[in-house]
Nanobody
Framework: VQLQASGGGWVQPGRTLVLSCAAT????????IGWFRQFPGKHREFVGA????????FYVDAEKVRLTISKDNAKNVAYFQMRSVAPEDTAVYYC???????????????????WGQGTLVTVSS
């Protein structure tokens, strides 16, 4: 499966960030989609994931309040929506998919086989 993240760029503080992850596959509903971010000079970190059918989500504790991940299997697209962004949210954001049959939730980058290219988000006024 090939993944392409989009929607990054400049975002004003306090606004909602919306990212998309488009997949090239005939079986998108089989794939968990995870979202990661990488702050400058830091390792890539897991933020949340959504099950293949889109019915179950998992978010890290720090983002449970303002993060929503969704999935439209008919369109082969997953979405990442983060509310009330701040300058400290500036990072490169990635979508990824683990191999089929992986455990839930897959929180480690090493569990993911397929990666989008990453999209830079800059939060600044």
């Amino acid at each position: 499966v090939q993944l392409q993240a989009s929607g990054g760029g400049w975002v004003q503080p306090g606004r909602t960030l919306v990212l998309s992850c488009a997949a090239t596959t005939y079986t998108f509903s089989d794939y968990i989609i995870g979202w990661f971010r990488q702050f400058p000079g830091k390792h890539r970190e897991f933020v949340g994931a959504i099950s293949g059918d889109g019915g179950t989500t998992f978010y890290v504790d720090a983002e449970k309040v303002r993060l929503t991940i969704s999935k439209d299997n008919a369109k082969n697209v997953a979405y990442f929506q983060m509310r009330s962004v701040a300058p400290e949210d500036t990072a490169v954001y990635y979508c990824a998919a683990p191999h089929l049959g992986s455990s839930w939730p897959p929180r480690n980058a090493g569990e993911y086989t397929y990666w989008g290219q990453g999209t830079l988000v800059t939060v600044s006024s």
